[in-house]
């Protein structure tokens, strides 16, 4: 190897070893957050929560889907997508709802996807059974 190489290969290590953490730090590498949606029911109106140790990335502008169960277990791929919203700031937590849908009985469940820096997660199935 020639003296002139060794400042080069030098420097490529250098700007190397600078870029990897700029990398991890924008979340490619690193663990998806955990996320947490909730969900309620009252006449009709279904409204609940998403919290996360990562809020801005992972509670706020989330699409929340709603879904009408149709067997004994929660199965997005075959249950009714009913409705969506987009969580936003309600207080001091992250809230989505469908405002009065006109479902009238069922079981329902709310589900946010994965993103690349947020897990997704699937609320608990609850009964409606609105006259509305």
Same mark, same amino acid.
């Given at each position: 190897?020639?003296?002139?190489?060794?400042?080069? /290969?030098? @420097?490529?290590?250098?700007?190397?070893?600078?870029? @990897?953490?700029? /990398?991890?730090s924008?979340?490619?590498?690193?663990?998806?957050?955990?996320?947490?949606? +909730? /969900?309620?029911?009252?006449?009709?109106?279904?409204?609940?929560?998403? +919290?996360?140790p990562?809020?801005?990335?992972c509670?706020?502008?989330?699409?929340? +889907?709603?879904?009408?169960?149709?067997?004994s277990?929660?199965d997005?791929?075959?249950?009714?997508?009913?409705a969506?919203? /987009?969580?936003?700031?309600?207080?001091?937590?992250?809230?989505?709802?469908t405002?009065?849908?006109?479902?009238?009985?069922?079981?329902?469940? @709310?589900r946010?996807?994965r993103?690349?820096?947020c897990?997704?997660?699937?609320?608990?199935?609850?009964?409606?059974?609105?006259? +509305?």
């Amino acid at each position: 190897m020639t003296p002139k190489l060794l400042p080069l /290969i030098a @420097a490529i290590g250098l700007v190397g070893g600078l870029a @990897a953490p700029a /990398i991890a730090s924008v979340g490619t590498t690193g663990a998806r957050a955990e996320t947490t949606v +909730t /969900i309620r029911t009252q006449n009709g109106e279904f409204w609940g929560y998403l +919290t996360s140790p990562r809020p801005k990335q992972c509670a706020d502008g989330r699409k929340v +889907t709603l879904y009408k169960q149709v067997g004994s277990a929660q199965d997005p791929s075959v249950d009714q997508k009913m409705a969506s919203d /987009i969580s936003s700031l309600s207080g001091s937590r992250y809230k989505w709802s469908t405002g009065t849908t006109g479902l009238r009985h069922g079981r329902f469940y @709310a589900r946010v996807t994965r993103t690349p820096l947020c897990k997704g997660d699937t609320s608990d199935t609850v009964r409606a059974s609105s006259t +509305t």
